[in-house]
Each structure stands twice: as C-alpha cells, then as structure tokens.
C-alpha cells in the first residue's frame, strides 16, 4: 500500500533566546502511514506531535531531513486542498451558526451551490451534530459539539488525509464515545487520520497502527495489536484459602481477588503448570489460563520510562 505520509530524518531546531542555546524539538524523525489507516501518534507534553504535524502541514519547514504527504514534498501547494488540519484548540467565530461556519469554510474552497450545501449537510451529520443546533450561535455550543463542527469543517474539501490534535480533550465519556465513532467511520471512508492524542484508550481503539515519540525521537512503532500482545500469560481461578495466596506470592505471583475470584494477571510461560498445580492442590478450580493482554497505556508508559523520562 502507497504511503499517505513519509518522513526521512525529519529535524526541527530553535534557538533559545535566553540560554542561546539550541532546542531539537523533533530529532531525526523517520516514519510511514499508510494510505486509509488511523494512525496514532502519541508522545508526552513537549515531545514534538505538533511540531511534526505543523511541518508535515507545510506550516513550518524542518531545519534537516525531508518528508513527502501524499506523494509531493512537504509545502506543495497542489497537496494542500487534499489535506485538512483540526488543532487542539480550534477557534471559530462565535456569533456564526453551525451551519454558518460551514459555510464560509466551504466557500474558502470554492465549493458551489448546490454542491457546497449538499457537503455541509453531509459532514454535519457525519459527526452527529443535532440538526436543531444548525442554526444556533456556535457560543451555545457545548466543548463536544464544538469538537463536532470542528471535524465536520475538516471534512468540508473531502480531504484524503486529515489531520487531528488532541480531538477528544476535555470531554465527557459519552462525548468521548461518539467521537471515537466518527474517527473510525472517517476510515471506513477510505480517507488517512493522523491522530495524535493522550486518550491512550480512544487511540487503542480507533487507530490500527501506532508510534511512540519521546524528546522529537522515535522510540516505537507497529500495529497496535502486536505492540500490546504480551509474552506472559493471565490465570483466573475461584476457591482456595490464605495460604495458598500466600504460597503464590512467595512463587513471585501475586494475586488479585474480587467477588471470590481471583486472577494473577502476568504468569511467565515456563511458570504456568507449577502455578496451576499450586491452585488444583489446594482444591481451588482454574477458570482460565491466556495471554496477558497489556492496554497501549501499560506499553506506552514502559516505553517512554525505559528511554529515561522520569
């Protein structure tokens, strides 16, 4: 599959103005999405996402290293209207309706009528927006309603890839739910999201690739279903007594216990017959023995303290 955006030893660069000294940003980034994937771009506070999205963008332009999105180099004019960019803190013009706003974004790419109100009615209710909050001013609008007419005005030039900040900041678990929903049916569509987000559950869910960034540096990437598949394996079981929990917490397996059942979640393979045998002694029933899934949390905070970020 053609990749939607690669980057080749992408470095940004500034200059301090009270230390003089020089500040990498992004550092020697190298990285493919492939065309129709969501793919998750995470990092800490500082660790470069915007930087690098502001440069793929065509917003800034890298001190070293090269990157092309959608087959032409990054600033190319001709790319531009197939991209489309939500940031983290979107700003609209609030005395405009939803519908309004919709508007003027569709006439800055010259959509005509009748096409332009055929697009703003399809992107509105793409993302759900209540069709009775059209014609409201956008400074009644809800911060998940405003995420809504925010993604919707991104979809406006049918974009072949798009670009979302932080897009579930800040809202409630419902909000977060819906939103996690429009971004998966944007793929569906065929079309290219770049998320970049610290909902680490809503990427888990949403994106089929990951990469984890760390001071502008690359530190992992891969499927997100190979990244979060552990080596170890999780035992449940119902019965036993205090002393078998104490003899599994002396074979280094502690366990965790919950409406009389009880789990050790990371069992080392070589170890799992030893602990069964441990458990049937005691008169205790095995309910299941599987892999340890680990969450893209558990994966991505182990790999971002082993690179030093304490």
């Known amino acids: 599959m053609a990749a939607a955006?690669?980057?080749?030893?992408?470095?940004?660069?500034?200059?301090?103005?009270?230390?003089?000294t020089e500040i990498r940003a992004v550092d020697n980034l190298a990285l493919e999405v492939e065309e129709?994937?969501?793919?998750?771009?995470?990092?800490?506070?500082?660790?470069?996402?915007?930087?690098?999205?502001?440069?793929?963008?065509?917003?800034?332009?890298?001190?070293?290293?090269?990157?092309?999105?959608l087959g032409k180099p990054i600033g190319d004019i001709a790319v531009k209207s197939q991209l489309s960019y939500l940031p983290e803190e979107a700003y609209f013009y609030e005395g405009m309706?939803?519908?309004?706003?919709m508007d003027f974004y569709a006439r800055l790419f010259r959509i005509s009528e009748p096409k332009?109100?055929?697009?703003?009615?399809?992107?509105?209710?793409?993302?759900?927006?209540?069709?009775?909050?059209?014609q409201r001013p956008i400074r009644g609008y809800s911060k998940g309603m405003r995420q809504r007419i925010g993604i919707a005005q991104a979809l406006i030039n049918d974009p072949k890839l798009l670009f979302l900040d932080e897009p579930t900041s800040g809202?409630?678990?419902?909000?977060?739910?819906?939103?996690?929903?429009?971004?998966?049916?944007?793929?569906?569509?065929?079309?290219?999201?770049?998320?970049?987000?610290h909902q680490l559950p809503d990427v888990e869910?949403?994106?089929s690739r990951v990469a984890i960034i760390h001071r502008g540096k690359l530190l992992a990437s891969g499927k997100t279903q190979e990244l979060t598949s552990g080596d170890m394996v999780e035992i449940t079981f119902t019965g036993g007594d205090t002393a078998l929990f104490e003899k599994l917490k002396a074979a280094g397996s502690a366990c965790e216990q919950k409406d009389g059942a009880a789990r050790i979640p990371s069992v080392a393979p070589k170890d799992v017959n030893?602990?069964?045998?441990?458990?049937?002694?005691?008169?205790?029933?095995?309910?299941?023995?599987?892999?340890?899934?680990?969450?893209?949390?558990?994966?991505?905070?182990?790999?971002?303290?082993?690179?030093?970020?304490?």
Not at 7 to 18: A, E, F, H, N, R
Not at 97 to 101: C, E, K, L, M, Q
Request: hydrophobic share 45%; net charge positive; proline share 2%.
């Open 36 to 69: 129709g994937e969501v793919f998750g771009f995470l990092g800490r506070n500082g660790a470069g996402k915007t930087t690098t999205i502001k440069m793929l963008l065509g917003l800034i332009f890298p001190t070293f290293g090269t990157a092309n999105v």
């Open 171 to 197: 809202l409630d678990p419902i909000a977060h739910a819906e939103l996690r929903e429009i971004i998966v049916n944007v793929g569906r569509q065929g079309k290219t999201v770049f998320l970049s987000s």
């Open 5 to 20: 955006v690669s980057i080749q030893g992408l470095t940004k660069t500034y200059l301090d103005v009270w230390t003089k």
């Open 205 to 207: 869910l949403t994106c």
């Open 274 to 310: 030893d602990i069964v045998d441990l458990i049937r002694g005691a008169k205790a029933s095995v309910t299941a023995i599987m892999p340890h899934k680990r969450t893209l949390e558990e994966v991505f905070v182990d790999t971002v303290m082993k690179a030093g970020a304490n």
């Open 116 to 134: 332009r109100s055929e697009r703003i009615k399809k992107c509105l209710k793409d993302v759900f927006l209540d069709e009775q909050a059209w």
């Open 97 to 101: 309706t939803g519908w309004d706003t």
